[in-house]
């Protein structure tokens, strides 16, 4: 076992790894945060998406010793206590879920559009969504909700583009 550091959701850690350990099984297992889902463990899928150093990552795919000393936001960052993150309430509020496994990545990567892209266009949403798979929503509710948290509303369409008010 090797001892690393990680800073988790503003918390910093002090763990013993394998070094062999997937980052997704340091997360789960040394430190407890399950929000961060164990998909196909091939980077395929997007379930098991973070936020490493201020950037998306499949943790599925980074060895937990190569974070070492690295800053991770794992999905249970999001919301406030009570209060969620706007990326959050607008998955809640357009119904962009269903079994939710798919819902961390999801989140994720909509927060990272979302702050290089303000306003996206729905080609630009599926684009980065591109990489997190959902197999029981067909994409147009996430896509809405995505919108919907950039502040646009979920008539916007295509031709014209959203003004925020």
């Not at 503003?10 to 164990?38: C, M």
């Not at 309430?89 to 979302?114: H, N, S, V």
Request: hydrophobic share 40%.
């Amino acid at each position: 076992m090797t001892a690393m550091r990680l800073t988790v959701n503003g918390v910093q850690r002090e763990i013993d790894v394998d070094p062999r350990t997937l980052l997704v099984h340091a997360i789960r297992e040394q430190v407890g945060l399950t929000g961060t889902h164990v998909g196909c463990l091939t980077g395929d899928c997007g379930a098991c998406t973070v936020v490493l150093d201020g950037r998306t990552a499949k943790s599925c795919s980074v060895l937990a010793l190569s974070a070492d000393g690295s800053a991770v936001d794992t999905v249970e960052s999001l919301a406030d206590g009570d209060d969620l993150h706007p990326v959050q309430q607008a998955f809640w509020d357009e119904f962009a879920f269903q079994c939710g496994f798919c819902l961390p990545g999801m989140l994720l990567t909509a927060k990272e559009l979302l702050e290089s892209t303000p306003d996206p266009d729905d080609a630009q949403v599926l684009a980065a969504l591109n990489g997190n798979l959902c197999r029981c929503t067909g994409y147009n509710t996430i896509v809405s909700a995505v919108r919907k948290a950039s502040g646009c509303a979920t008539t916007c369409v295509k031709e014209s583009p959203c003004r925020k008010s």
